[in-house]
């Protein structure tokens, strides 16, 4: 079972298809027939070929409509009307790409987000004009509604005709008959200069014409595959948001993830000071203030308070430590990361293999988050893997830091479960970082990281 954090499976066409049926102990689906047999039956094929068909009369709207408002809006530029014009063209393709996206999404199982909404400074018919004619988003449904047209023109026609004239040479046993019966001739005719005529009427080249139908058919299916492949390009990329605007949400979102993770640390650190070395201290206070009353009365009963204070302040030192190590140990600070990975495996529950091949180190929060992501695969290791052994390796591929944290366990891993996993996958991804996860049942599993390398 192989798990990548961020990604997206494509979505799926149902739960049965022509030639298969499920196995309702994996849920997986089986096919009796090959890909190639059942495509032309599989309901995916025929929601594809009906896209395609929709192409030609929406895109004669969409271009008709387009043209006709550019034009008119840039005819009357010379006056006032000619701003309006050209934003209500532009408002037009951007309701036309919401229904794009819609059919895209029901017939060609194409997920895309809505665009960057318009954004005005102020109420009103003046700033809804300025905000559609600076966005982004409409000047791309307007390229597209252009674009469409004869892209649509040409994916009609090729699917159409390579799709009437696969089913119509397969059934042609079916139907020759019309000929001799209707038209006066004994077949369907293949050459005729008005003197001689080949006609396909006999058993035999019946037959070679429904095999040749057969391989139009069962190439159908993928020729318009290959042709709705432009569509999801042509949606995709001009009626969904651009690069930057989905790189500016991402962004947002990694900065509520790592602002929720400095709190959720600063939490723990203040619980961890509360309960443990705040409250040993505070214990420590107390007897040693008992411990000075007594000084005088009973010297030895204070000189075993002074003892008993001083072991709280060894295991209050030591809790601090440990403290500080969760923090930010001071042996990565000093030495780097394979010191550092080396002292967290040494505290493992297994024997660990640590191999470190870094010509430099990385950006000092880089090392930090690699550190803590080592430390807490380990940790991982520790409890739940029942591994022997393990191995940690770390290295460098142009601009990306290597992680990889291997272990002979159990297997079974996953981060789609909601564990800690899942939790250091989003951390990961606050920093544009990928948490990959190879873990089948059985073992062994194999925990990549990557990181960016910042100098």
């Not at 004669?60 to 010379?78: H, K, P, R």
């Not at 799709?163 to 020759?176: A, E, H």
Request: proline letters at 5%; hydrophobic letters at 45%; glycine letters at 10%.
């Amino acid at each position: 079972m192989a798990t990548q954090y961020r990604s997206q499976d494509a979505p799926g066409y149902g739960p049965y298809s022509a030639g298969g049926f499920h196995d309702g102990g994996t849920g997986r689906e089986r096919h009796l027939l090959p890909a190639g047999l059942r495509a032309p039956f599989e309901a995916r094929s025929w929601r594809e070929f009906g896209y395609v068909l929709l192409n030609l009369p929406i895109g004669i709207m969409l271009f008709t409509y387009a043209v006709t408002m550019v034009s008119l809006g840039a005819g009357l530029l010379v006056t006032f009307l000619g701003v309006p014009v050209l934003a209500a063209a532009l408002g037009g393709c951007r309701l036309f790409g919401v229904l794009e996206r819609a059919r895209a999404r029901r017939l060609l199982g194409l997920e895309v987000a809505e665009p960057q909404p318009l954004r005005t400074t102020k109420p009103g018919v003046l700033a809804w004009t300025g905000a559609l004619l600076k966005s982004g988003a409409s000047w791309r449904a307007l390229l597209y509604a252009i674009l469409h047209f004869p892209w649509a023109v040409f994916s009609f026609s090729v699917s159409l005709v390579f799709w009437t004239l696969g089913w119509s040479l397969l059934t042609y046993p079916l139907w020759f008959w019309v000929f001799p019966m209707w038209a006066g001739q004994g077949g369907l005719q293949l050459y005729g200069d008005g003197q001689h005529g080949i006609y396909l009427d006999n058993p035999f080249e019946i037959t070679v014409t429904a095999l040749v139908g057969l391989l139009f058919t069962l190439a159908t299916p993928w020729i318009v595959r290959a042709l709705t492949m432009v569509d999801r390009v042509l949606v995709y990329g001009l009626l969904g948001p651009s690069r930057l605007s989905a790189r500016v949400v991402e962004l947002e979102s990694d900065r509520g993830v790592v602002v929720d993770t400095a709190a959720a640390d600063l939490r723990r650190i203040e619980r961890d000071l509360h309960d443990g070395a705040q409250a040993r201290l505070v214990t420590l206070a107390m007897d040693l203030g008992l411990a000075k009353e007594k000084l005088t009365e009973d010297p030895r009963a204070a000189a075993r308070m002074v003892d008993e204070a001083h072991g709280e302040v060894k295991t209050a030192l030591q809790e601090l430590r440990d403290l500080a190590r969760g923090i930010h140990p001071a042996v990565l600070t000093d030495r780097g990361l394979d010191a550092a990975l080396s002292a967290v495996a040494s505290r493992c529950t297994v024997p660990v293999r640590v191999e470190v091949d870094l010509a430099e180190r990385p950006a000092a929060a880089i090392e930090g988050i690699a550190y803590f992501t080592v430390s807490e695969l380990l940790q991982n290791v520790s409890k739940h893997s029942g591994a022997r052994s393990a191995s940690v390796d770390v290295w460098r591929v142009e601009d990306r830091l290597m992680l990889q944290v291997e272990d002979d366990g159990v297997g079974n891993a996953d981060v789609s479960k909601g564990s800690g996993l899942a939790g250091l996958a989003e951390r990961l991804d606050a920093v544009d970082g990928i948490l990959i996860v190879d873990s089948p049942s059985g073992g062994p599993t194999r925990v990549t990281a990557e990181l960016p390398w910042r100098r």
